[in-house]
C-alpha cells in the first residue's frame, strides 16, 4: 500500500531517500543473499489502486493487448477507454526461496520502512497520526544532518539494520 505523503515537504524529502535507499536495500540484500542459503529472485509486478475490482484488472489488460495490434482509428477509442480505468503502477518484488519455502518482499514497502519514521507495512501508515492529516506518513529525522543533507551513514545503517533483521528472521 502507498504511504499518504502529507505535504510538499514530506514529498520533496521522500524523493531525495527513496532513490539511495531503494539502491541501499538492493546493494545489502545481495550481500546476504551471497552468505545465505536462501535464493533471491526480483520480480516486476503491477500494483493496483486501493479496490480495484479484477474486472477492472482483466479489462486493461484487455485494452493493452488490443493496443499491440489496433489501428490508429481504434488506438484513440481504446486509450480513451484506459483513461476511464484504474492505472496500475509498477512495484518490485524480491522472492526468496529455499527448497519448498518461498517468501515475497514488497521492495518498495522497504522502502518505505527506511525512509519514514514509524511506518507499518502490514495497514501502509504511519503510527504517527496527525488528527488534521489523518493517517500519513512522516520522514524518519534521523536521515537528515543538521544542514537538511542527507545523513548518509544514518541511511546506510538503517537500511543494512532493516535487512539484517529481515535475514535474521526467515524460517530455518
Given at each position: 500500500m502507498t504511504p499518504k505523503i502529507p505535504n510538499r515537504t ?70 480513451q477507454s484506459l483513461a476511464q480505468l484504474p492505472t496500475p ?84
Amino acid at each position: 500500500m502507498t504511504p499518504k505523503i502529507p505535504n510538499r515537504t514530506v514529498w520533496q524529502q521522500a524523493e531525495v531517500l527513496m532513490q539511495p535507499a531503494f539502491i541501499r536495500l538492493i546493494a545489502n540484500i545481495t550481500q546476504q543473499l551471497e552468505q545465505s542459503n536462501w535464493r533471491g529472485d526480483y520480480e516486476d509486478i503491477q500494483m493496483w489502486p486501493e479496490g480495484t475490482s479484477e474486472t477492472d484488472k482483466m479489462l486493461v489488460a484487455n485494452l493493452r493487448s488490443q493496443l499491440e495490434t489496433a489501428s490508429p482509428a481504434e488506438v484513440d477509442d481504446i486509450t480513451q477507454s484506459l483513461a476511464q480505468l484504474p492505472t496500475p503502477f509498477p512495484g518490485y518484488q524480491l522472492r526468496l526461496s529455499r527448497g519448498d519455502r518461498q517468501i515475497s518482499l514488497d521492495l518498495w514497502d522497504l522502502c518505505y520502512r527506511i525512509c519514514f519514521q514509524d511506518y507499518d507495512s502490514v495497514s501502509g501508515t504511519s503510527h504517527v497520526v496527525d488528527e488534521a492529516i489523518g493517517d500519513s506518513v512522516a520522514i524518519d529525522p534521523s536521515l537528515f544532518d543538521e544542514t537538511g543533507d542527507v545523513d548518509w551513514h544514518q541511511l546506510d545503517d538503517k537500511t543494512k539494520q532493516l535487512v539484517n533483521h529481515i535475514f535474521a528472521n526467515l524460517p530455518a
